[in-house]
């Protein structure tokens, strides 16, 4: 395990009767990171998050966060990480503002108004729509909401299901600029995705799923996007 390693496969398998559904993973996410793990349907994906969520175990091999194994440890690791599924689970007739009011009472987290506004001023939901009925919200103000949530929750890693399907370009674009500033104030962000242009808009890492098997990884240098067209090719088990 690298020495900042936040979130970390260690020949990760995961079999459920006679199927191998993960087939030795092998990665480490560090601290501040970005990682995309980007794979087509039924590559393995949700159980990837399940796994690292506590929900389905690991049948050899470990997923561990912050040092938590996630089968054995699932409690621990399910405090420190803040998890936004595809579609957010909040209450439609509830403001956005009471929402999160509830869910930190919840969790048992104490924090004054001044708290909750500054985070969702933060993820940029507008103001005029706080003390409105979520069921108003579109899907983009929603997961705001949910962002601002986890942000009031301090969790240090996030796990993002999907988190642009739906969206629309200009919402698209907004999310990437929060999540590399998340990840710039030092949040660990793992998502899982098949939309590839987006991944390479935002992570510094993206790793090719496929058949439950690992097949190929891509780094950004700097501050130079990774290539759109060399992701594609992999994907689509194309030489560039
Ligand atoms: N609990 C389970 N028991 C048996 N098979 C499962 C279970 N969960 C998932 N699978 C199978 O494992 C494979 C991977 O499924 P998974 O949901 O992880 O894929 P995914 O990459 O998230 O796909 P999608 O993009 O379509 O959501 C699929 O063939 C699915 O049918």
Redesign the pocket.
Known sequence: MQTNSVICADALTVC??D?T?LDNLNFNVGKGEVFALL??????????L?TFLGL?KASSGSATVLGHNASTQPNQVQKSVAYLPESVTLYGHLSGVENIRYFLSVAGVDKSDDDMFAALRKVALQEDSWNKALSNYSKGMRQKTAIALALLRNAPVLFLD?PTSGLDPAAIDEFNVLVSELAAGGATIFM?T?DVYGACQVAHRIVL?SN?KLTGSFERAGDTPIDTEAVHAAFAGRNV
């Open positions: 459920v009767d199927r559904l794979g087509g349907n039924g590559a393995g994906k949700s159980t990837t399940k389905m999907e899982v098949h799923l439950g």
